[in-house]
């Protein structure tokens, strides 16, 4: 019985290669979701390794402690350091402090130098010592008026060890520093990042930091332990500070960078599943057809004596061999899917470091086992088919039971109503945050895609008809010959379809998420800023001075001017995140909606979101208490409740003057600014520009730029998130190919039979072509109507802060469309070829 | 074991290879209902071969079917040897298939993607046995094919395919072997050699066979031939001659 699974396989090559092909792409993408994570993970590993090597005992702020910079690790005084190296376990004792997005070199052409992506760090660096990480390449540590860079960036300004270069500062006032040298980071160099390094003092001085350092890390004594070292610094720390041994940093940074990956693999994934589950479809389909194909066959079989479980476990066998081959391929196509994900994010903006691509045995694992069951579940239905099969269908020709027309409507509406209520309660659900909502929503939406599915056999014929109608009187008889075909077997036609009706489901849903979210996007714009100009770091939407704010104040034509902070804080004794803002200025620049009171708290006000006010039963005139991360508390005043947190981005609004003279830095998240009445908009503008200009990091966007540089971000991510479902449509590409070929075998007489009577091996090709194009429209009109209805679900069951306005880009919604059929007809090219060249007489004469 | 049998029921005469008894079969229901069989009673003689003749529709097919377990009937009762088949499960009426009936069709008999000798012993291999060598040799010898044993199917013509189907039919010894027209899709020179097979496997190695045909001469090579109208016996003849089918074809014609 092997030898006859072994023969048939042979025998069928080409179909099952192209069945593999749809599995392969899944299992390659589960596989270089896990190598890409795993590679990713042993590099971070790595660098946190390399970054702690020689410390062994690390002092900082005790966590819990407010923090107001959202960006940096809490600050502390470098009292502490002198202290520490009294102690006789301390061989050797250095305080640093990091920053980023901070300081940039200028280029001779006055050009900031930075890298798209990665961050610019700015830090000190006492020079090489047990506890540092940074080498030196070149030149001599930074001392006084000094700086050192990393290599790439030097290459990229341009500068030479002894350069004197210009370097903007976070004070608004670039300095000249002398390039002492070029540093290297551990072994694995510096990830993209640049790095922009003076001596500890200088450091503090331009970070406006003074006397500050937000890590102290330690070496200890010949014949001290690492904990014996952390025992001795323990007692002499005041209350915020904590001493915790290298071993433990390390560990932490690696769990950090551990679940940072962890998420992305996870997401990676998910992308996965969805491929895999599309392959399913191709994979079922398959196999159905030829189990059908095979029908005589297996009765024949069954005729002479074969048993009803040898003919299921032919086809299971069959479908391992499958399974086995597309895991195997698959893990090997894993590492390509690593490389080129790689390549694709990195075209979207980030930097993957550089290391080997490994495989661990979890992963050869989980992909054999997510190989073989994919294949064998979707087998399962045509191998239990197939063991159906009657020894007299051995000599009937057609009349094969099919399932009647009320089990498919009974069954697929049993899977489509759970699917669409899920959907439901995932939009409308009270229940859980967004993520379980959009959980649910997913769950409900894969169900829906297989009742839609299940139940589209039932007008395939008919859709697929109508669609063929246009194409039947344009084309003559090749066109109606493509639409009978079409529609004749719609179990096939809808099964085709599936894949790409998923594919393009999911594609055309995000393409509609992202339409709405630019929407409600203008909307929120156009509703809740009227401010002239904004002034931010589109890089990464950094902190960056708020010295700036009072500068731009000083020009003339500038009406109002308001910075925004984003403070930690206790509000009765709850850590809350909360705006600072100059509220005497501020309600100018934005609209926060206000609904009661006033949101010029000044500065014994505060104001609330209307959610949280009535969440904690806070009105207009209370008192809360507001504790600060220097230890300040004060009473403030509820002045008014607003509705609006789309542009604050907080629940909570205090007045700027407050908060800096409570917070350590004075950095702001944006800036917004009006003109004066009658000012030249153009003439203002250069001005603000040439102020803003100390900060080389920051944009200048006005209402408009805002909103396209916004888009042009959405879009890349709508572009990178469409790049991994188009996997779906290869996929379903292939399922097409499958189809058609299997169909142009299945009808190799009747092929004959036209040519016989005089149909030109060119409009039997079209025929093929157009029915493939056919079948591809019509799964393609469902996935984009599905895409629709997801779309616009995810738009309602996710928070109105983010998106509240659905938006439907008609325009790519048609282009799907034409895509779909477009797609058909490239799949079809081969099998159209096939038919072409069929031998009128062989063809004629096959069984 | 062949003669404990007969022993224990050696009051009975011989055991038929094959029996209906008033069997019965009914297609679709209603005004639609067809009566492919009207209460057929028959039996057949071990190591004979017998021959079934009728009209198009007369039920000729229906009746091999039932006699071989592939079809169910709808009222009455098949044995083959003494084993009743409407007892039997799925499972007991494959191994019964596997073991007892040899079956012949006019196309499509072969398993296109295995060669004539793997195609041969299939309904051994797919018991798990391995047959008696002797035996497939002998077939294999008298059926004229040692030469082609490697070959597939689309390399072998109908003649050569036919009678690889005959080989197969023989190859598990079975109790009896139904051929539906096995020569109507064949030229009379490749005909007449598979009937002469079949003869040889009758007269040289005891076989009992039971063939359909539409060809007086093939059928007229028989021992015995059955007519068949209307799903109903009608003639029973032995010692058949060509005139003598023809004859009976034609009162049956009018
Ligand atoms: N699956 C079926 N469903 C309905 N009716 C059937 C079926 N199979 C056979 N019949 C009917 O039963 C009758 C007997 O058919 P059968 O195939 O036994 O005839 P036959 O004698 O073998 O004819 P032929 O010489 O043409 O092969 C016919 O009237 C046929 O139409
Ligand atoms: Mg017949």
Redesign the pocket.
Known sequence: MFRLVLRGVRAHLGRLILTLISVVVGVAFVSGSFVLADSLRTIFDQVSEDAFAGVDAQIRAVEGEINSSSADIARFSDDVIDVVADLPEAAYVEGGIFSFEKAYTIDAAGEVVRPTGPPVFTGSWDGPSPVSSFRIIDGAPPRGQQVVLDPVQATAGGFSVGDEITISLPTGDPERFTLSGTIDFGEGGTGGAYFILFDLPTTQRVLGLDGLVDSIVVAAADGVSPEQLVEAITPVLPDNLEAVTGDVVIGEQQESFGSFISIFGNVLLGFAVVVLFVSTFIIHNTFATLVGQRTRQFGLLRSIGASASQIRRMVLIEASGVGVAASVLGLLGGLGVASLLKQLFSAGGGEFPDGPLEIRSRTIIVVVIVGMVVTLVSALLPAIKAARVTPLEAF?SGGRRERSATFRVVSGSAVLAPGLVLMAIGMFGNAGGTASRLGVLGVGGALTFIGVSMLSAMFAGPVASAIGAPIARLRGVPGSIARGNASRNPQRTSATATALMIGLALISGVAVLTQSILDTFDEILSESISADLFIFESNQGLEFSGVLVDQLGAIDDVDQVSGFATIEVLIDGEPRSATGFDSSTGTSVVNMGVIDGTAEVGQDGIALLDDRASELGINVGDLVSVEFEDGYRTDLTVRGIFDDAAVVESDWLLDRELTRTHTITDDVAFIGLTYVDGADPIATRAAVEEVASAFPQLSVQDNTEFQEEAQGQIAQLQIVITGLLVLCLVVAFFGIVNTMALAVLERTREIGLLRAVGMTRRQLQSSVRWEAAIISLFGALLGVALGLLLGSAAVIAIPDSFVRTIGIPWGQLVAYIILGGILGVIAAWFPARRAARLDVLDAISTD | MCWQTADMTATTPIIAAAAAVDAVKT??SGDAA?T?LDHVSVEFAPGKFTAIM?P????????MHCLAGLDELTSGEVTIGDTELSTLNDRQLTELRRTQVGFIFQSFNLIPTLTAEENIVLPLTLGGRKGDRQWIDTVIDTVGLRDRLSHRPNELSGGQQQRVAVARALASQPTIIFAD?PTGNLDSNSGGEILAFMRRAVDEFGQTIVM?T?DANAAATADRILF?NDGQIVHDMSEPTADKVLDMMKSIGN
């Open positions: 009937r | 297609y679709g067809v492919a009728g198009s529709g007369s039920g000729k097919s229906t009746l027209e359909v539409h068949l």
